[in-house]
């Protein structure tokens, strides 16, 4: 029961995270999406590996690298968050933040249907009505988008097979991230890397704009004049 509160309560936190994020990734432009979610990547692996200097937490690796399954289960859970997380950033930046809320609000229910069929959880008949009263909403929000949310599903389903995957490898949330992110790391260098020598990357050269009270201002870079929009 003390697991089950502790859980509940760490979605809560996750989800409310989640739900500021379209407020965050508009401030990153003049960045694309690309660049952004490859940023992202590198930064992550950059501070979980200083989280685990910090904490002097190595013995797993070795151990995990003499197991090929859990590799290549780490490898797909990588390529699904990469997926999950490249769609949201330009779901949002592209003014799509409905459909990316829409995807959220999905999710939960693949990630019950997953448990329901692949570890055979049961639910009580109370918890099945509420699972009901998802789906419909769900799909009364899916008429009145109009047509298919396939960016809405895309985020749900990606996101619900990360958890299954992350679920099937058994490591921590700090270990998996690390070997999630460690995939991730050389790709999305070398993207950095060719945008830097393409002079299109915005790292080190832009100054992000700012949002006040509505009003956006756009980037400064060096040799731009300040613009207002």
């Not at 940023?39 to 904490?55: G, T």
């Not at 999905?106 to 448990?115: D, E, Q, R, S």
């Not at 049961?122 to 909403?137: E, K, S």
């Not at 988008?145 to 749900?156: E, F, I, N, R, S």
Request: charged share 10%.
């Amino acid at each position: 029961m003390q697991e089950e509160r502790k859980g509940f309560w760490l979605g809560v936190a996750a989800y409310g995270i989640w739900g500021l994020f379209p407020l965050y990734w508009p401030l990153l432009k003049p960045s694309g999406s690309g660049e952004i979610l490859a940023n992202r990547m590198v930064w992550s692996l950059v501070a979980v590996v200083a989280v685990l200097a910090w904490q002097r937490h190595w013995s797993w690796i070795r151990p995990l690298l003499r197991q090929p399954r859990r590799v290549a289960l780490i490898a797909a859970a990588a390529a699904a968050i990469s997926v999950n997380w490249g769609m949201y950033i330009w779901g949002v930046n592209s003014g799509q933040v409905v459909q990316t809320s829409l995807g959220y609000f999905i999710n939960p229910l693949v990630t019950i249907a997953a448990g329901v069929l692949v570890y055979r959880e049961r639910l009580r008949p109370v918890q099945w009505a509420a699972v009901g009263t998802g789906v419909l909403a769900v799909v009364v929000l899916t008429i009145g988008y109009g047509h298919l949310p396939w960016l809405a599903l895309t985020l749900a389903f990606s996101f619900g097979g990360y958890g299954l995957i992350k679920k099937k490898v058994g490591l921590s949330g700090l270990e998996s991230l690390a070997g999630e992110t460690a995939f991730q790391f050389l790709p999305a260098t070398g993207y950095l890397v060719l945008l830097a020598v393409d002079g299109t990357g915005t790292l080190g050269r832009t100054v992000p704009g700012l949002v006040r009270l509505g009003h956006s201002v756009c980037c400064c870079s060096a040799g731009w004049s300040p613009r207002c929009r």
